[in-house]
């Protein structure tokens, strides 16, 4: 099953996770890159305010929900039975899934704890995979030598985790020079992705602080939450302004 809905008059692709773990095998056949966003509230706010945004969200093959904060106006927990792609939590499912023999991935992160956390969450979902190589990114960096070493691996999947508006920019600049067949974009959600990675730290255990740490990490869920609510009345009233507009048109 695949279909749209519309999230502040942004579409937002709705597929079955069986249908995406499909598309990325397909993809992974074909000599195009495919460009694949997981979209944050964060995201989805400088698509609809940014007419720039809303183009580099237009360009990706699949413009998919990264957090179900962004379906809180379209029942995310019904859509999550139904076995949907609700989040960014479906990248793993793909992982798992992946068909091609001797798959590659290359990542793209804002530094070197990022790198090995998304090593360790990609070999963990696929212990097939070979992760072929990485790079460290700002925006002072030459953009030409990322590509170029990009390039010289040749990998299958590239997995970009770059900051919001950053990372679309750069990717859709990019994308008809890098030699990959899919490009999966994670900033902005990816904490969603590598919280199951984030074990308690050595130096945490030997000061006997594992409850404060926790205690941290359960914020984060209250904030996840909050986040929901704030990003579900920018819907309503964003929804609201648009029908009174109508209704002004009409008279």
Known sequence: MQASVKIMDIDVDMLSNDVFITKINEYLLQEKLQVIFFASTELLDRAVAEEEYRKLVDMAELFLPGEEALLSAHHADVLKAGDMVVSCKSF??????????????????????????????????????????????????????????????????????????????????????LNAKICIAIGGVANLILSQEKKTPAWIKMLHLEGVFHKLIREQFVKKGFRARIFRKKVVQYNSQIEEQNQKDDD
């Open 92 to 177: 793993g499912m793909v992982l798992e899934k992946l068909k091609k023999e001797d798959c590659s991935i290359y990542i793209v992160s804002k530094g070197a704890r990022d790198v090995e956390m998304l090593t360790g969450y990609c070999k963990r979902m696929q212990p097939e995979l070979r992760i072929i190589g990485s790079s460290m990114y700002d925006k002072g960096m030459d953009d030409e030598a990322v590509v170029n070493e990009i390039n010289s691996h040749i990998p299958d999947i590239l997995v970009v985790d770059l900051e919001t508006g950053v990372q679309e920019k750069w990717i859709m600049e990019h994308a008809s020079l």
